[in-house]
């Protein structure tokens, strides 16, 4: 990856949505459109429009047909979508009417308290609108009755305390939700981090823990942040290298 001028490098944020017989799960949603012009360009958000929502329309679904929105944290780049595009003079307001929004509980607190080191990540006032929707759950163990056996978490704290990855199995396949835990391609090396983890080592860990699983299992990884590659199934080479395949 080639930085830009200002030191940037170019990142997608791609969601996953999982289509089943009576409904519609939703994993995360972008960054949306809810900055105001200020801050869509200090961050190099490409898009003006929220593309989540032209997705969904390409597949013949609206924001409203969504029965569940799991959000792995709250970083804006991954639960931006939950708002409608910015407005001059309108107060910011949650999209998915009819879904029940899933966050871990540490995840959820951290957004509440943040620290100061992170508080430009946190979305002012969307605890609220959260809290208010009546929607919210707060997850706080490996299984969540309302999903059904295809759905357990796992959970990580290096990026963020409380980081939600959701692995979703059925009789084809496995998939791992990585989040921030394996951003993309280049994260799958494992001293790789970023800037944002607050806990590089504990994260490093952690990720060696996901892709041996992620092995084990012959899962799919899904990358939120990758660019070009949405998922990859993960091998080691004869040093013990991790390589994504
Ligand atoms: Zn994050």
Redesign the pocket.
């Known amino acids: 990856m080639i930085p830009d001028e200002k030191n940037r490098i170019t990142l997608a944020c791609r969601a996953l949505l999982i289509q089943e017989e009576n409904r519609n799960v939703l994993l995360e949603t972008g960054i949306g459109a809810f900055f105001n012009p200020v801050l869509r360009d200090r961050y190099g958000v490409d898009e003006q429009d929220h593309i989540l929502l032209n997705s969904l329309k390409e597949q013949g679904l609206s924001h409203t047909d969504i029965d569940y929105v799991i959000l792995?944290?709250l970083?804006f780049?991954?639960a931006g979508g939950l708002l409608a595009k910015w407005e001059e003079g309108v107060e910011p307001r949650l999209l998915f009417p009819n879904a029940r929004y899933l966050v871990s509980q540490a995840a959820w607190e951290r957004a509440a308290h943040p620290h100061a080191r992170d508080r430009a990540?946190f979305i002012p006032h969307l605890n609220e609108l959260l809290m208010k929707s009546q929607r919210l759950i707060l997850v706080k163990k490996e299984k969540q009755d309302l999903l059904g056996e295809h759905y357990r978490f796992m959970f990580s704290d290096g990026?963020?305390p409380g980081?939600m990855h959701t692995i979703f199995k059925n009789n084809q396949d496995t998939i791992i939700f990585a989040?921030?835990l394996i951003p993309g391609l280049p994260w799958v090396h494992l001293p790789i981090s970023m800037g944002?983890d607050r806990f590089p080592e504990t994260l490093i860990d952690e990720k060696k823990k996901l892709l041996e699983f992620a092995i084990q299992q012959d899962a799919h990884v899904f990358y939120t942040h990758d660019p070009h590659v949405s998922m990859s199934k993960i091998r080691q080479d004869e040093k013990g290298k991790f390589i994504p395949v």
Request: aromatic share 8%.
């Open positions: 792995s944290h970083h780049d991954h990540s990026h963020t980081l989040s921030d944002y």
